[in-house]
């Protein structure tokens, strides 16, 4: 009897829940044509279909504040300052070391199984709340230059977005032993194709533009895993016979 409550315990480790739903906050920096960048808070939602208990997919909805430059000659050489809160929806998958590493009886392969990389597509919607059009004459180096000329680029744009994930999902069990909470520490870094995140997009042979616009986040979030119960084919959680 003993041995047959064992045996159902082991097989119930093998079964993880289909679907989630969570959310994060994040810390981070754009990395614009400004040299001086600011950091801010950011704010993520997601809704997540479990292809396996290491391969997630989720849609995650993404809103925070990217900021730089300065109006003052020690913040930025012209006066250029911007503030952008956006808005990203970004489609993305996650490869955790567990779905393709073997590691029954490792105690160390066992922790390094929830360490995970994933990319995906997106869109970011910028959108300028405080941006300098025009040059401030004290601040040009070579002497004053009239503020009818200006700075050129958008207050408002949408571009394509591949984030770029690291992290480890810490894997909480209920008591079948199946993975119904996760907590998500990561790293994104996210490279835009455009030059719309600081608003900014004037004449190269008037500023150096040596790479596109990206920012990064440090985040932690948390998931809920439910729905329909799935059988994976090797135990999930790890056990000692």
């Known amino acids: 009897m003993a041995l047959a409550a064992k045996a159902a315990k082991a097989q119930g480790g093998y079964n993880y829940y289909e679907f989630g739903i969570g959310g994060g906050i994040g810390y981070g920096k754009g990395f614009t044509d400004l040299k001086r960048q600011d950091y801010h808070p950011a704010f993520n939602i997601n809704i997540v279909y479990n292809y396996n208990p290491y391969l997630p997919i989720a849609l995650e ?3 925070g504040t990217l900021s ?5 000659p020690d913040k930025d050489g012209f006066g250029r300052q911007y503030k952008n809160n956006y808005k990203a929806l ?12 073997d590691y029954s009886d490792s105690k160390f392969l066992n922790a390094v199984k929830n360490f995970y990389a994933g990319t995906g597509i997106g869109a970011i919607n910028n ?8 040059n401030l004459p004290l601040y040009i180096q070579n002497g004053p230059v009239g503020s009818t000329i200006g700075f050129e680029g958008k207050d408002k744009s949408v571009e394509l977005l591949i984030p770029l994930r690291f992290g480890y999902e810490f894997k909480i069990y209920d008591s079948y ?8 520490i990561g790293y994104q870094h996210n490279i835009t194709f455009g030059e719309g ?15 596109i616009d990206h ?19 090797k135990p999930i959680r790890y056990f000692k016979y």
């Not at 986040?217 to 059988?231: A, M, P």
């Open 61 to 63: 909805f993404q809103v």
């Open 68 to 72: 730089g430059g300065g109006r003052t």
């Open 90 to 101: 970004i489609l993305h998958a996650d490869i955790l070391a567990g779905d393709v590493i």
């Open 127 to 134: 959108k300028m709340t405080d941006i300098q059009r025009t």
């Open 177 to 184: 032993e199946e993975p119904t909470y996760a907590i998500i």
């Open 197 to 211: 995140l600081d608003g900014y997009n004037d004449r190269p042979d008037k500023f150096k533009n040596n790479a």
């Open 215 to 233: 920012y990064t986040q440090l985040s932690i979030g948390f998931k809920y895993n439910f729905g329909n119960t799935v059988s994976y084919n």
